[in-house]
T-cell receptor, first 109, second 113 residues
């Protein structure tokens, strides 16, 4: 059974204080690992897809990396507008998307 | 504008009264899916569809039905809602080619009393 575990559950950062979020996974036949951002009461917003170990993707202050067992989302010099819940999901060979519980990030000025 | 739409956005109903939440996408996506989101439990998949007339159960299908008669629409049906189905529901779609990223609708907040 596919499993996704995210840590930490919550993260409080000062503006400019870089940090990393972890996503550990087990999946049968990885089609893709996805990172989403979710603001309160809204639908998740797609950030990145990673397909194979060693792959990296960047977008503004965010950088996602992938190994065979985990993915990291690095937030460099965060700003208050980066406050959100970050969700990791994996899609296996059967097509089903399995989400982690998310990491709630709060960035204070 | 590429989007996934859901209706209604908010719904309060009573136990046992059948309801349908509609979902429509304008991106010609093959894959569509329904999720529920509950505090502490994250997003859980209810049903998904890889194409027209092809549907499959996700992690929490009990008490729900879906149909996929047209590519753009994927309604979620609760034939006899119960209070434990009170939740925030999201519809999502994606292409089966390319990067598989899913586009989510704005959500439907359902309360069953």
């Amino acid at each position: 059974e596919d499993q996704v575990t995210q840590s930490p559950e919550a993260l409080r950062l000062q503006e400019g204080e870089s940090s990393s979020l972890n996503c550990s996974y087990t999946v049968s036949g990885l089609r893709g690992l996805f990172w989403y951002r979710q603001d309160p009461g809204k639908g998740p917003e797609f950030l990145f897809t990673l397909y194979s170990a060693g792959e990296e993707k960047e977008k503004e202050r965010l950088k996602a990396t992938l190994t065979k067992k985990e993915s990291f989302l690095h937030i460099t010099a965060p700003k208050p507008e980066d406050s959100a819940t970050y969700l990791c999901a994996v899609q296996g060979s059967w097509g089903k998307l399995q989400f982690g519980a998310g990491t709630q990030v709060v960035v204070t000025p | 504008e590429a989007q996934v739409t859901q209706n209604p956005r908010y719904l309060i109903t009573v136990t046992g009264k059948k309801l349908t939440v509609t979902c429509s996408q304008n991106m010609n996506h093959e894959y569509m899916s329904w999720y529920r989101q509950d505090p502490g439990l994250g997003l859980r998949q209810i049903y998904y569809s890889m194409n027209v007339e092809v549907t499959d159960k996700g992690d929490v299908p009990e008490g729900y039905k879906v149909s996929r008669k047209e590519k753009r629409n994927f309604p979620l049906i609760l034939e006899s809602p119960s209070p434990n189905q009170t939740s925030l529901y999201f519809c999502a779609s994606s292409s089966l080619g390319g990067s598989y990223e899913q586009y989510f609708g704005p959500g439907t907040r359902l309360t069953v009393t």
